[in-house]
């Protein structure tokens, strides 16, 4: 009886960890930005002087983004810029010009996924 109770806590424990590990997935950037995760997504902004992109993951591969949008606010200190993305190729959202983007900079990111609720996402960044 004490045997075939501790091999079925042992399968029930192996299960666990099975299902666990299905779902892990890093949340390291891949493109050099900063990384924030919200509504089992991963986000991934990429703010540059001269463009914004913002790559979007789900469990590790690239999210559907045809029909996708995404108004960032930008915030530096008191002063409060919006900048709207839409997609560029199959793998990220940008827009193109000149933003006052560096560090200590805060981003507060609306997206919205074809077909989805829209996810309200945050990062500061480095």
């Known amino acids: 009886m004490k045997q075939l109770?501790?091999?079925?806590?042992l399968a029930l424990m192996a299960g666990t960890a099975l299902a666990a590990g299905d779902h892990a997935h890093d949340h390291k950037p891949l493109n050099g930005g900063v990384v924030a995760e919200a509504s089992d997504l991963d986000f991934e902004l990429v703010a540059k002087p001269e463009q914004i992109?913002?790559?979007?993951?789900?469990?590790?591969?690239?999210?559907?983004l045809a029909g996708?949008?995404?108004k960032l606010t930008l915030l530096n200190g008191s002063e409060k810029s919006e900048v709207s993305l839409s997609p560029a190729g199959a793998e990220r959202l940008e827009a193109k010009g000149a933003f006052k983007v560096g560090a200590g900079t805060k981003v507060v990111a609306l997206v919205q996924l074809a077909g989805k609720k829209p996810v309200n996402v945050r990062f500061a960044l480095k």
Not at 5 to 9: C, D, G
Not at 53 to 64: I, Q
């Open 53 to 64: 992109a913002l790559y979007v993951r789900d469990h590790g591969k690239p999210a559907a």
């Open 5 to 9: 109770i501790a091999t079925t806590l």
């Open 68 to 70: 996708a949008s995404a």
